[in-house]
């Protein structure tokens, strides 16, 4: 399975603009926080060793039928264990095309793996989503004690590493394959607030809730821009717009992965303010602000660049 990298903040310094002036200010993470760091890597190493374990077993399973082909001066067996190797030790993901033609003990020892893998992850994503969350609420604790005694940029630090930490690192598991990571680009223009939703393939804007004009509708007509390859142009009924079907991937049964949001280019603020769950038909809002992350409104309308991931 392809690893999902955490950020280990303790590791490196962080650069970020602080300041209603956007002055650039260097911010060093709080020990508090590589303190903590540290604690939940030792966790995580561990409960993650079952998979290590696992996967080195198939590195030597492959590296044992090399020496059997190479034996046998079966060259063509050679170079296909040699792709299987080289894409587990890159990657750390069986190829997902193998040759039609490749020898059926490799077939029988990846079909093996990948099954076993799916018990393994699951136990593993099982035991680690508690420590995660924990993780995370830790992090806000952190944040908030410092913001009490008034060390504003480390608290402003932590937040925003808080944020892009994708600790959601062990996905689902489908048909032998883990379910990897998606995400969903999105530049919109925003004024005031307003509410973006999410279900399976399909979206929509509903401002009924919003303030200000509708997203793309101040001083003209502008589309939403969908992973820089499609321009939207909703049509408006009543302050919600219709149905827009656009591939995502978003799950809409079983065991959904937590949905998160980074801002990027432009101005203003998004948050996931709804999780997909059963009770909810599996559908996620996104709260879209064009003010500062103190609350700061800011005037007119201003375009927004958002990431979407799960």
């Known amino acids: 399975m392809r690893a999902v990298t955490i950020l280990l903040c303790s590791l490196f310094t962080l650069s970020l603009s602080f300041s209603e002036e956007s002055a650039e200010v260097e911010l060093r993470i709080p020990p508090e926080l590589e303190k903590l760091n540290d604690s939940y890597a030792r966790v995580r190493q561990e409960i ?6 696992l996967t080195s077993l198939y590195l030597n399973r ?7 082909y190479q034996t046998k001066s079966d060259l063509d067996a050679v170079l296909l264990v040699n792709a299987e190797l080289v894409e587990m030790k890159k990657s750390n993901s069986p190829l997902e095309n193998p040759s039609p033609d490749e020898p059926g003990d490799l077939a029988s020892a990846r079909r093996i793996y990948l099954s076993r893998l799916v018990e393994v992850e699951n136990q593993v994503q099982r035991t680690l989503k508690p420590k995660q969350d924990l993780y995370l609420g830790e992090m806000v604790r952190i944040e908030q004690a410092l913001t009490a005694e008034g060390r504003i940029q480390e608290a402003v630090a932590v937040r925003t590493i808080r944020e892009e930490v994708d600790v ?59 992973d820089d390859t499609m321009e939207w142009l909703p049509v ?8 827009l079907a656009y591939e995502t991937g978003l799950p809409t049964d079983g065991i959904v992965p937590e949905v998160r949001v980074r801002s990027g280019a432009g101005r203003g603020v998004a948050e996931v303010i709804q999780q997909p769950l059963e009770i909810n038909d599996y559908t996620v809002i996104v709260e879209l602000r064009d003010e500062t992350r103190s609350g700061k409104r800011f005037g007119g309308s201003d375009w927004l660049e958002i990431k979407i991931y799960w």
């Not at 408006?236 to 149905?243: K, L, N, R, S």
């Open 48 to 53: 993650r060793e079952p998979v290590l374990n």
């Open 236 to 243: 408006w009924e009543d302050g919600v717009t219709q149905a």
């Open 168 to 226: 959601i690192e062990v996905m689902p598991l489908s048909n032998g394959r883990p379910t990897m990571k998606k995400e969903l680009h999105v530049k919109v223009q925003v004024d005031g607030m307003t509410h973006l939703y999410l279900r399976g393939d399909t979206m929509w804007f509903d401002h009924t809730r919003g303030r200000a004009h509708p997203p793309g509708l101040h001083e003209g007509i502008f589309p939403t821009y969908l």
């Open 62 to 68: 492959l590296e044992e039928l090399k020496v059997e």
